[in-house]
């Protein structure tokens, strides 16, 4: 099991009832693949630097994530169909963490 970190964007407009249903059901999308959540953390609504699809701005939403590297494609994938996420992203944590830390001078 790896460590990663998945981004969502979720349209602005979402309220906070139904986020909360759509990230239960992204909670349960992991949890059949045999993975686990460690956070979740709401980062609120967030202006694109360019429109997107006709939209200006999205609620973003970052998890860690456990979950064997074989599972990710499918997760992903499964992750598309959902109607309410606009946007997702799912890196490595240590490639985070890479991109983080300051090299030294």
């Known amino acids: ?3 990663y970190e998945a981004m969502f964007i ?3 407009s979402l309220k906070d009832d139904a ?8 909670r349960g ?7 686990t959540v ?3 953390q709401t980062l609120g ?10 939209r200006d701005a999205g609620l973003y939403v970052k998890m860690m994530v456990s979950l064997d590297p074989k599972d990710v494609g499918a997760l992903a994938a499964k992750l598309r169909l959902i109607e309410d996420i606009f946007r ?3 890196v490595n944590e240590e490639k985070v963490k ?8």
Do not use: D, H
Request: glycine share 4%; no cysteine; aromatic share 4%.
């Open 19 to 26: 986020l909360e249903k759509v990230l239960e059901r992204i």
């Open 1 to 3: 099991m790896k460590t």
């Open 38 to 40: 460690a956070s979740s």
């Open 45 to 54: 609504n967030r202006t694109f630097a360019r429109p997107m699809k006709k």
């Open 29 to 35: 999308e992991i949890a059949k693949l045999n993975g």
């Open 88 to 90: 997702v992203q799912i």
């Open 98 to 105: 890479a991109e983080v830390i300051p090299a030294k001078t």
């Open 10 to 12: 979720f349209s602005g």
